[in-house]
C-alpha cells in the first residue's frame, strides 16, 4: 500500500530564510506526487504537482519540489520564506492502479518568525 | 476563479443524529470526492464518486455514511447515526477527470463536533 511521511510536524523559520519540508513516499510503481497548502480557515490549496518529466518541479507562490527516486522523496523548498506562508503543508501520493484516492502525510506546520 | 464551496463551515450535532454535509463542486467537473482529517492526523480518503456512483471507497466509509449528488449542483455526504470518532474536518474535492489525469480542487472544509 502507498504511504506517505512527513518526518516534520513542525517547522519555523524566520522571514526570509530558506525552507525546506521533507517528504518520503512509498509507492511501487512511478508515483503522481502533490503539495498542497492549508492556511488557516482555508481549504486545501495544491501547490504543486508532479506526474513526469523534469524531476524539479516549480509551483505556486515560489516554491518548487525535486522528485528523488533514489531516496524516494519529494521534498518542498523556498528560497526565501514570507510571513505569509505561515500554514500547515500536506504531501500527498496517489492514485495507484485505476482509483483515484490520494493518501496524504500527516502534515508539516509552518511558522514563520519576523 | 472557480472554486468547491462547503457548507456549513462549523457543524455541532448530538450523537445519534444524522447530520448531511453539503459541497457545491466546480461546475465542469465530473469526479467528486470526500475527504476527512481528525484532528491531528492524517487526510484520510473516504470517497470518490463519478457517474452517479461510488467509484471507490475507503474502509472507513461504511453504512453509516452515503453520498448523494440530488441535482446537477450539490453533493452531499450524509452520516446516519453520528458517533463521538465522526468529529474532524470533511473535505470535499472535485476533479475534471480522473485523479491520476488532473488535479483535485478542494473545498475550505467543514468542522463537525460531535457531542
Known amino acids: 500500500a502507498q504511504s506517505v511521511t512527513q518526518p516534520d510536524i513542525h517547522i519555523t523559520v524566520s522571514e526570509g530564510a530558506s525552507l525546506e519540508l521533507r517528504c518520503n513516499y512509498s509507492y511501487g510503481a512511478t508515483p503522481y506526487l502533490f503539495w498542497y497548502v492549508q492556511s488557516p480557515g482555508q481549504g486545501l490549496q495544491l501547490l504543486l504537482k508532479y506526474f513526469s518529466g523534469d524531476t524539479l518541479v516549480q509551483g505556486i507562490k515560489g516554491f518548487e519540489a525535486e522528485f528523488k527516486r533514489s531516496q524516494s522523496s519529494f521534498n518542498l523548498r523556498k528560497p526565501s520564506v514570507h510571513w505569509s506562508d505561515a500554514a500547515e503543508y500536506f504531501c500527498a501520493v496517489g492514485p495507484t492502479g485505476g482509483g483515484n484516492k490520494l493518501t496524504f502525510g500527516t502534515g508539516t506546520q509552518l511558522k514563520v518568525e519576523l | 476563479e472557480p472554486e468547491v464551496t462547503q457548507t456549513p463551515s462549523h457543524q455541532v450535532t448530538q450523537m445519534g443524529q444524522e447530520v448531511i454535509l453539503r459541497c457545491v463542486p466546480i461546475?465542469?467537473?465530473?469526479?467528486f470526492y470526500w475527504y476527512r482529517q481528525i484532528l491531528g492526523q492524517k487526510v484520510e480518503f473516504l470517497v470518490s464518486?463519478?457517474?452517479?456512483?461510488?467509484?471507490?471507497k475507503s474502509e472507513i466509509f461504511d453504512d453509516q455514511f452515503s453520498v448523494e449528488r440530488p441535482d446537477g449542483s450539490n453533493f452531499t455526504l450524509k452520516i446516519r447515526s453520528t458517533k463521538l470518532e465522526d468529529s474532524a474536518m470533511y473535505f470535499c474535492?472535485?476533479?475534471?477527470?480522473?485523479?491520476?489525469?488532473?488535479?483535485?480542487?478542494f473545498g475550505q472544509g467543514t468542522r463537525l463536533t460531535v457531542v
Open positions: 461546475s465542469n467537473h465530473l469526479y
Open positions: 464518486f463519478y457517474n452517479n456512483e461510488i467509484s471507490e
Open positions: 474535492a472535485s476533479s475534471l477527470q480522473g485523479a491520476r489525469e488532473t488535479e483535485a480542487f
